[in-house]
């Protein structure tokens, strides 16, 4: 058996130094920016095609804290696509999560924080619950989106019932809701153009 010496390394000479710091520092610098900043961006005139509305679910002291977001996208589809995000299970009490279930979903079935469907302006419903890690919970859910997308769309607390337009001033502090159960179902209702 015959073992052979490793091959001598050639130190660096300073300029290799300097361009190796420089790609190191340019990768690491890609790296720490966000996807989007490596997108062109769309002239101030284009709106990116689409829409979503982000919901959110607080305690009134705003310790703890939960979001969703669901809306119309190309590229997307009604089932599993790449744009649905699977929540992250709690790890600590007190949680407080909202979800979309989706027993439906066969291999890809769980609960997701997104839900994305193909950007087509058809009215859709997403069902989504509320879940805390304890009953009788004081939580207020709210809702960002496009103010037209949101004149057009209802939210029905499955609970009691209630139907809620996202545009009543009424609710421009949200909808306060008391977790008794501690998971409840509500749906989002897009009417469609």
Not at 54 to 71: C, F, I, S, Y
């Amino acid at each position: 058996m015959t073992f052979r010496s490793p091959p001598r390394r050639t130190p660096l000479t300073r300029s290799a130094k300097t361009r190796l710091a420089c790609i190191a520092a340019a990768v690491v610098a890609l790296i720490a920016l966000p996807a989007t900043a490596l997108v062109p961006a769309a002239s101030a005139q284009e709106a990116p095609p689409g829409w979503r509305v982000t919901l959110r679910v607080e305690t009134p002291a705003k310790a703890v804290k939960a979001r969703a977001t669901l809306g119309q996208f190309p590229g997307s589809v009604v089932g599993y696509d790449g744009a649905d995000l699977a929540t992250m299970a709690p790890f600590a009490a007190p949680w407080l999560t909202l979800v979309f279930p989706h027993a439906d979903w066969g291999a890809k079935a769980g609960d997701y924080a997104t839900d994305f469907r193909a950007f087509d302006n058809a009215p859709g419903q997403w069902l989504f619950e509320m879940r805390a890690d304890r009953a009788g919970a004081t939580v207020v859910l709210r809702w960002e989106g496009d103010p037209a997308i949101l004149a057009r769309s209802r939210l029905t607390d499955k609970f009691t019932g209630r139907v809620i337009d996202p545009t009543d001033p009424a609710y421009a502090n949200g909808y306060p809701v008391t977790l008794n159960p501690a998971i409840r179902p509500f749906s989002w209702d897009y009417l469609g153009p």
